[in-house]
């Protein structure tokens, strides 16, 4: 089970558990941000980072088109923090589904804290493995890569024993001290090591794209007010009717978890890309090339 750690404490963010109080905290920042260039600390502070945890948790369970809203107007306000809160939310998407109702509560009880969740994925075709090591697992051959990180946990995709997909969640701190930086392998305790739910990755990733076609539809919507282009205006409200499907459909599955239709989510994500790549392709900024 996750644990605190002392030279991580910070002021506690507010508990955010209608989505009233999230629209709340989010126009408050509208007007801190413009002052204080440390995004990533008023994000920490806001409490938006809890904002999608269940309420079961004691969470929110914020509607995902208040979701991409946020997204969209962190992808105004500093593409680094809005990137950050993007990874951070597809994150609490594959905890969603995945390992005991204790360990997700124990990863919820962090995030309320104001720790950042990251994802990562091999760059190889294979991902790490995990395997016994006394009482505890070993992650071997997680890749140089795994150390750059601006978050507080990483949780990474692994596979198992029997080849079932597994996620590690790591300190991050542990990780970027590791002193073997070319294939480092790291220690495990059981209580970190969760067992992904059967759609848990497809819906991480369609959660991606989703949040990818938020952050464009904050950066380029701008551009419409000034732009005499009629053709960007087009571009942007389909991105904006392709957005507001894939937050129904996410809704859908977050509340009543239905079958997942694997093809109904691949051609969410490819509709997604393809509009967001449309709605970009001239104006290119860091988080959605």
């Not at 795994?146 to 946990?153: E, F, K, Q, R, Y």
């Not at 950066?219 to 419409?224: E, F, I, K, M, P």
Request: contains cysteine.
């Amino acid at each position: 089970m996750m644990v605190s750690t002392a030279d991580r404490l910070r002021p506690v963010p507010p508990v955010l558990t209608r989505e009233a109080d999230v629209v709340a905290a989010l126009d408050r920042l509208a007007e801190m941000t413009s002052s204080n260039p440390d995004q990533t600390s008023i994000l920490r502070a806001s409490g938006l980072l809890a904002m999608s945890i269940p309420a079961a948790f004691g969470g929110a369970d914020t509607s995902n088109l208040i979701v991409a809203e946020t997204v969209s107007r962190f992808a105004i306000w500093s593409p680094a923090a809005a990137e950050r809160l993007l990874g951070h939310l597809v994150t609490l998407e594959l905890v969603r589904t995945s390992g005991s109702s204790e360990q997700r509560k124990a990863i919820y009880g962090r995030v309320a804290l104001g720790d950042v969740l990251e994802l990562y994925r091999h760059q190889d075709a294979a991902p790490p493995r995990l395997v016994q090591s006394g009482l505890a697992f070993a992650l071997e051959d997680a890749g140089s890569d795994l150390a750059i990180s601006t978050a507080d946990w990483k949780a990474v995709v692994a596979s198992g024993a029997g080849s079932e997909p597994l996620a590690a969640i790591l300190d991050h701190r542990r990780v970027s001290s590791h002193d073997n930086q070319t294939a480092p392998d790291l220690t495990v305790h059981p209580d970190y090591v969760l067992s992904l739910g059967a759609n848990a990755e497809c819906l991480a990733r369609v959660m991606m794209a989703f949040l990818m076609a938020a952050a464009a539809r904050g950066q380029v919507g701008a551009t419409t007010l000034t732009s005499t282009d009629p053709s960007i205006a087009i571009e942007v409200e389909l991105l904006d009717g392709m957005i507001r499907k894939a937050a129904a459909l996410i809704d859908g599955i977050q509340v009543d978890d239905p079958p997942i239709d694997i093809a109904q989510i691949n051609r969410y994500c490819r509709a997604l890309d393809t509009a967001r790549l449309r709605c970009s392709s001239d104006h290119s900024p860091a988080i959605i090339s």
